[in-house]
């Protein structure tokens, strides 16, 4: 088996792993989203964060595989696969979206229903070699349902419309200690607001058990359950499968919706990169 070179990158970070043979070597750098980063940028994470902790001159990558947030657009797919090729001149480089990253980790060659819930949160239906159905991901805007960002976003509406009761508030407060201004220019004015709203699913994380910390996490995901999983028909006789650190932290809210909806939980895994190396070592 030559030396792959895995990334499974979404908008907050980019998980790389070499394998050499059953070896492998893990390493972390920020998202390459094509839609926060231009093709320089991207070019220069990868020589600054990656290639510092990489021996080429004893383990250089044969073949890179690259699964990416946005790397369903086919410009961002060129984009991606330029600025990968000008540090790694002359190996080849596939570029895939990250629910094909997501639907190999999770399913390898069988059939089932691959969900992201992370920052963002995407889905589809996998016939065990290509996604047959999608229903699109709109982005932390439109979309997102269930998502890091879309909870996030909830957790701040309650704060900045004073729903939190005041055991939430003072909570929020003691964590957070930021005004109504700071959120605000965060959202509108700094970069990459996704991965702000995101930050705050932690809050929910630590506040379980309260109803209204509850009403927001089963909310967040029936919304993602109506607008993605109920739009397959094949979901009601394949596995439901979710990969992303929001599905994993609150995989039993998960499991308590399959079983009242009358679906089957599936896998429920961190990231995918576990996935993908055994993909790619069969």
Known sequence: MPNVLIADSGSTKTEWCLLNGRNKKTLF????????????????VIELELLPHLNLKKQSP????????????????????????????KVPVAVDHDLM???RALCGHEKGIACILGTGSNSCFYNGKKIMKNN??????????????????????????NTFDEDLMDRFNTKYNITSNEILDAVYKKPLPN???????????????????????????????????????????????????????????????CDSYELKLGKVLKNPMEGLIRFHQA
């Open 195 to 257: 991965r702000f709203l995101a930050g705050f699913t932690q809050f929910l994380a630590e506040n379980r058990g309260h109803y209204m910390v509850e009403n927001i996490i089963e909310d967040g995901f029936n919304d993602f359950f109506f607008n993605h999983i109920y739009k397959y028909r094949e979901s009601w006789s394949l596995p439901i499968n979710f990969v992303g650190s929001v599905a994993y932290v609150f995989k039993d809210v998960l499991k308590e919706l």
């Open 101 to 103: 990253g997501a639907a």
């Open 136 to 161: 699109p991901g709109l982005g932390y805007v439109l979309g997102d349902e269930g998502g890091g960002s879309c909870l996030g976003k909830k957790v701040l509406q309650y704060f900045l419309y």
């Open 29 to 44: 750098t920020q998202g390459l989203s094509p839609y926060f980063l231009s093709e320089g940028e991207i070019t220069s």
């Open 62 to 89: 044969e073949q890179i595989f690259f699964y990416g947030t946005g790397c369903s657009n086919p410009a961002n797919i060129r984009m991606l696969t330029k600025a990968i090729g000008s540090v790694f001149p």
